[in-house]
């Protein structure tokens, strides 16, 4: 990859092309990526320009689709149209999508009546619908089709079909009646009946589905495709499981971000989003955070008297608050994840509770066993600060896990994003509890009046 | 499926099959989970003997393995070998891998010397390698084959094959000479040679690869199956998609626990596991806070004077601790998320510290004046203390920033893996950190002699 950097450099522009042939398109794909990201703009589009017209069309369809307008910006129009033509479906759905309006109008206008119908219903569905990810690109069978003419239809349409490997059988009127494997139909007699094979009890989404649901259909079911019917079960089109790779990705992403309390949802990578659009994106859960922890330190405020006369309460009051979050967060997360996964339901949440109570239980005793020891030995503080301490600990360990684990819970029955009940909501709770229990406790036990 | 569930509870078995067998396979062995988790074991064992055998078969490679160990100690042994037998080779390994060893032995004493040989070396991969995940059952062709040949052959042997989509073509020693779809073969002509359809450029993983590897490839190139070579390019299994699916699923649950140090690395569900087991999983992390938050503790009994004189001091440390660990965590948790993704990799590392540094530089200024405001206005303190918990706002912003973004580049680094450089560890870090530069700040703007 380096060396075909360097002979891009040079401009060995035809030497680089050679070496670069002998890679599979995806990587293909990625060395262009890393000229465009190294280099400049124009070195990748002569480079893709010198590719041969079939894998240029591969290459393209594999660029991040910042890319992808970064090429088009410089190829000729015909060039363009040729691409767009030969592009899978649901690849140039995604292309069209990504430029701009003038742009798609000038590819539109070459195309026929009824691929333009066919893209402008595409482009309309909305972002993260199954009917964003699908294609019109399958083969399609009728029941009382013999095998062997299935097979010899399939060897006719199989080319431009996203899969062959499994075809839909329809009724009159486009209404979907049953699927059938090319599995199935390769290891069955030619004579026998597409309708003695066809599973017809198939899984299917509707078009306005959200990919989660999709991607939630496909880990259940282990499917390579499934079929996206309309309102009136008529098959519209249907989604292949490498598409349904990258929904997973960036699903997985954008909870991972919310947990950290990261606002974005586009997919856009880290290295190419601007710094006041991540600024943007972190702002609003700081504020926030902000606002909860002025009120933490209001709390500490009415004890003013209470930490004027024993400073050394003060020592203690991050042990407390850093243990509340970490905790709370521990659980949190797990229950969001188990959530997420479908491991953990609503019905559970008594299940929940009672199993963060009882480790809760656990830990507290250990933590402060452990930091009371610390407290009398080397910290030689007296036994009522450790005391003190101690109790307070206990009581904001079963706190935080009670909280982490009930509060994703809720956000799910009020149909919140458990995702957003991770570490910064978390945390922010448990700062107010740890220090009002623990300064409540000072008081109490060191007997000093407020 | 809650009317299946009281048709077993009222022990109407025959009801309870017929409106079970309405079910998907995927479906079934669900409602059988359900039983198994409300009901009883008995209950769920008679409706999973009630089943025909060849779906019995089915559902029980569907349910999780501690289901399936539950089932198998109430089947009879013949019933136990027939679905072993029966189950797909990996499947079968998945099982076997759970069982007692003198169950396993004694299901293996019924297997031919062949097949027990060839399972007592897959027994043998190392859990999460490549070696684990595959299975032997493929198809395999010679170059020299027609397609015809090929289809032929297809159909004799499809049946028993994980999948018929990719085939491989071998050379004499086993050696991978190739792939070929499915799809080429059935839209060439039929006389055509399987050398000519087949791509010697093909993606491979070794048998000792981690899954992780696997599930890289699978993501990157989008394939359906992947040929599984050991270290003289012999072909000794496949991987196929579905089975890719579960692993990203389990890599991504262990990095997200991992971030919120927990650490489990096994796939029990949430609510399967002990409450012992939990607390154990969660105490590591925290026993190493507890040390780093009395550190915390300790920095802030240096400036017992400063606190003593100004104790209004003490209200704002949880803003600042808490702002600290809040935005390491964000940016932390997107490096560690593009580091898991490849969109960051190593070289990329004075990038994310420019980009982290500006963001800061952002966020900073935003947090720092809506505090100034704050403090001035609602609680109107001197504006010594607005000015010191301002300027400290801002260093400690970007110290987290900058800590949060290169500490899971250095994990990298150095071969630790990066999730375990996210909220627990940066926000005792930044809690550190915060709580020195503020006092010191403190000390020096107030004028106060330590």
Redesign the interface.
């Known amino acids: 990859m380096q060396e075909i950097l360097v002979m891009v450099e040079e401009k060995e522009y035809v030497k680089a092309r050679d070496l670069l042939l002998k890679n599979?398109e995806?990587d293909i794909a990625e060395i262009l990526e890393e000229i465009l990201e190294e280099l400049d703009v124009d070195a990748a589009i002569i480079m893709f320009r010198m590719l041969p017209k079939d894998v240029s069309v591969e290459v393209f369809s594999y660029l991040p689709s910042e890319d992808q307008v970064d090429i088009i910006s410089g190829i000729t129009e015909r060039e363009i149209s040729y691409i767009i033509e030969e592009l899978d479906f649901d690849d140039k759905i995604d292309v069209l999508e990504e430029l701009p309006a003038n742009v798609v109008d000038k590819i539109l206008e070459k195309t026929t009546k009824e691929e333009r119908r066919l893209i402008n219903t595409f482009l309309n569905y909305p972002e993260n619908s199954a009917g964003s990810l699908m294609t019109p690109d399958y083969i399609s069978l009728r029941d009382n089709m013999t095998v062997g003419e299935a097979?010899a239809h399939?060897?006719k349409e199989?080319?431009d079909s996203e899969t062959?490997?499994t075809c839909y059988v329809k009724e009159e009127g486009r209404k979907l009646e049953g699927i059938v494997s090319?599995?199935s139909l390769?290891?069955h007699d030619d004579n026998m009946k597409v309708s003695e094979l066809m599973s017809t009890?198939y899984?299917y989404v509707n078009v306005y589905d959200d990919q989660e649901e999709v991607s939630e259909a496909?880990?259940?079911?282990?499917?390579?495709a499934i079929p996206v019917v309309d309102s009136e079960h008529r098959l519209v089109g249907i989604i292949t499981?490498?598409d349904i790779?990258?929904v997973?990705?960036e699903e997985?992403?954008e909870d991972?971000?919310r947990?950290?309390?990261?606002m974005d949802g586009s997919d856009t990578?880290?290295?190419d989003m601007g710094?006041?659009r991540?600024?943007k994106n972190?702002?609003p859960?700081?504020?926030l955070?902000?606002v909860?922890?002025?009120i933490?330190?209001?709390i500490?405020?009415q004890f003013?008297a209470t930490?004027?006369q024993v400073?050394?309460l003060?020592?203690?009051?991050?042990?407390l608050?850093?243990?509340g979050?970490?905790?709370g967060?521990?659980a949190?997360?797990?229950?969001i994840?188990?959530l997420s996964?479908g491991?953990?339901e609503l019905k559970?949440t008594l299940?929940?509770f009672w199993?963060e109570f009882?480790?809760s239980i656990?830990?507290g005793i250990?933590?402060s066993a452990?930091?009371f020891a610390?407290i009398m030995l080397i910290d030689r503080e007296s036994v009522q600060i450790a005391i003190t301490v101690c109790a307070s600990m206990m009581a904001v360990v079963i706190f935080a896990k009670l909280i982490g684990g009930m509060l994703p819970m809720l956000a799910k029955r009020l149909g919140i994003d458990p995702a957003l009940m991770?570490?910064?909501m978390i945390?922010?709770l448990t700062?107010m509890v740890s220090?009002f229990v623990y300064l409540l406790m000072a008081t109490a036990v060191l007997g000093i009046s407020l």
């Open positions: 599979n995806v097979l399939i060897k199989g080319m062959v490997y090319l599995r390769v290891i009890d899984v496909f880990k259940k079911y282990g499917f390579l499981v490498d790779l990258d997973i990705e997985t992403t991972i971000e947990m950290a309390g990261v990578e880290y290295l710094v006041f991540h600024a972190r702002l859960w700081l504020i955070l902000s909860s922890l002025m933490t330190g209001s500490i405020e003013e930490l004027q400073v050394a003060t020592f203690y009051l991050p042990l608050m850093g243990t979050g970490n905790t967060t521990q949190a997360t797990l229950i994840r188990g996964l491991d953990i559970d299940k929940v199993k009882r480790v656990i830990l250990v933590l452990f930091n610390k991770a570490t910064p945390s922010s700062d220090s």
